[in-house]
């Protein structure tokens, strides 16, 4: 089975194309695609201004780690140490470990005045715009329609072992990084738009949506709502872990077929009722 929105590296460790490549039934036009391109590049540079330097960053993520080892070792132990004999063996830990909540949030506040003075300039007000801009044109483009339904939609890695699809937990970015589409039904098909490309499969070739009861990190938040607050908060852990990523409690699959191969489209089960509407198919566990 292949992964609309994955990259196989089973074989090919470094792999960044998806398998969806070259399936594609409309593709936006060079001119724009090169202005999208350009944006990338922007946000890249954008990225860079309102972030501190990349030692702080990861002097940052040191710190946080550091914490969290400490801390995790202290909580192991309280059941077995009263916690001031355990201050009486190894004052030192206690120490470093306040040095080192000292330092992360020290940066932490760094970094939110960082990006609240480069926000007050406007300048990235100004970039949003310029995308919103792009992207109406790219919808018009490929005829997608204005009551198009906008899902987060999951991209990855992963491996085939014993027939098997494994996503893979890619370092510190986790399991999937979260994305945006757009679906909706035109001409007898189940559409999806990812904003360059648009994928048109067939009702009749659409099988059923799985959902996965596994839980799976996720880097990046595209919603208006917190993660942790209603609607979303059944579907994630409550917290961020210390790599900053949300733990999703499950996601879904939507299983077709598409131009003689068998393809699955991964998306976050909070926006399954969306999916469910438009394909008239019902989840199975």
């Not at 609240?116 to 406007?122: L, P, R």
Request: include cysteine; charged fraction near 30%; proline fraction near 3%.
């Amino acid at each position: 089975m292949k992964e609309l929105f994955g990259a196989d590296i089973t074989t090919l460790r470094k792999n960044d194309e998806f398998d969806c490549v070259g399936y594609e039934t409309k593709k936006i036009s060079d001119e724009l695609n090169g202005s999208i391109e350009a944006l990338s590049d922007s946000a890249e540079k954008l990225d860079e201004e309102t972030s501190l330097p990349k030692a702080l960053r990861i002097l940052q993520w040191a710190a946080g780690i550091g914490v969290l080892l400490i801390a995790s070792g202290i909580i192991r132990n309280i059941g077995d140490l009263p916690f001031s004999q355990m201050f009486a063996n190894a004052p030192w830990l206690f120490v470093v470990a306040g040095i080192l909540a000292v330092v992360w949030a020290a940066l932490f506040i760094a970094s939110i005045m960082k990006k609240k003075s480069v926000a007050e300039t406007g300048v990235i007000d100004d970039f949003k715009q310029v995308v919103d801009e792009t992207l109406e044109k790219a919808m018009a483009e490929l005829n997608v329609p204005d009551n198009a339904e906008k899902i987060d939609a999951l991209l990855y890695r992963y491996k085939t072992k014993n027939g098997e699809n494994k996503i893979f937990d890619y370092s510190l970015i986790g399991h999937f990084t979260n994305s945006t589409a757009y679906v909706f039904g035109q001409n007898g098909c189940f559409c999806i738009f990812d904003g360059g490309s648009r994928f048109d499969i067939p009702m009749k070739d659409l099988k059923r949506i799985e959902i996965v009861r596994k839980k799976m990190s996720l880097m990046g938040w595209n919603k208006d709502v917190d993660f942790n607050k209603e609607p979303y908060r059944e579907y994630t852990m409550p917290n961020e872990d210390g790599y900053g990523r949300i733990w999703l409690r499950s996601h879904c699959r939507l299983i077709f077929d598409l131009q003689g191969e068998e393809f699955c489209f991964r998306f976050p089960e909070y926006d399954l009722g969306a999916v469910e509407a438009i394909t008239g198919l019902r989840a199975e566990e």
